[in-house]
């Protein structure tokens, strides 16, 4: 159990959990992990039958991460030390460890949430958005992302190496989890209103956003591949469009201004593609992501070379098509521009392949450090 300052209900808590232990037949210990209560909550939790444990470092998830590493049992159930959960439960959560489930996620939405449990836009709008998000970014199947009662092998959530300190610690065990392949089940609880006698630790849209924070981190895909593929795509399509002449889309007629605006979108879709695989690149060198046989199929003909020639190849296009833009200007004599909008459609494209060509050159030299420690 976390606790910051619970001294109205952590004794409880405690006699709770070992209550359960000994009707349930248990052989297991209450830990709780005192991030600095100034309230007597530790004199009142060893006097309940915990071993407390101090974590001189703030956090929801700097106290799990130290009374998970100090815990002797085989297997963990955490949960708030504040009494809206209900430990007589941890039987169900045991049940499914013991089927060979490393990760036991209690569902607060399948269990029931008790009325003033959860704030209206913890339980309609922050929960389920987050969690959709953590689903659909992870291929996770868990319902419930921020249950405060859960239940793991201990030696498989260690081994994944969680890092974060504050609320996200929720978020980050889950994603982890089913990224690694983890197997993960999840078992109906209850939530009631809490017994604290003061302001909740949480804070709604400070906490809300550590977790998407996080969620964007961890996925590359959905922050920069998928967004810059999209504008990429749409911006080469009005591109190709817009370059035989001018366009009419009913009454609004559509030229080289859009055109601009059409190779903006291709350049800023391809720089945020490469800022995705610098982040995977990254994320899986430093051991925050595992590896993704995807990327190193890739690697096998994106290498420092073809990325050079590449960008080289882009470079020379752009600059031939510069010279053809001097060429029109100088059949005018190198004086005013008479057909503005054929010649701009060639600087247009000549400046978008100089562009990217030389994103290419840089790019292929940065992935390259990038991959040194990975290879």
Known sequence: MPCLNEAATVADCVKQARGALAKYGISGEVIVADNGSTDGSRELAAAAG????????????????????????????????DGSYDFMQIDTFLAKLREGYDLVMGNRFKGGVAEGAMPFLHRYLGNPVLSFLGRLFFSSEVGDFHSGLRGFGRSPIL?????????????????KASVEGLRIAEVPVTLSPDKRDRPPHLRTWRDGWRHLRFLLLYSPRWLFLYPGALLMAVGALVLLWLL?????????????????????????????????LFTKTFAISEGLLPEDPRLTRLYRYVTLETGIVAGIVLIIAGLVLAATAIGIWQTQGFGPIVDVPRSLRVVILSS????????????????SVLGLSRR
């Open 50 to 81: 915990a071993r407390v444990v101090p974590v001189p470092l703030r956090g929801y998830g700097a106290a799990l991460l130290t009374g998970i590493a100090s815990a002797r049992g085989e297997y963990v159930v955490m949960g708030d030390a």
């Open 159 to 175: 081994a994944l190496d969680l890092r974060t300190t504050g609320m996200e610690f929720a978020s980050e065990m889950v994603v």
């Open 244 to 276: 035989p002449g001018e366009r009419a889309i009913g009454s609004v007629r559509l030229d080289v201004h859009t055109l601009v605006y059409a190779a903006a979108a291709v350049v800023l879709g391809y720089q945020a593609v490469i800022f995705a």
């Open 352 to 367: 978008l392949a100089i562009t990217l060509g030389v994103q290419t050159f840089f790019a292929s030299f940065f992935l």
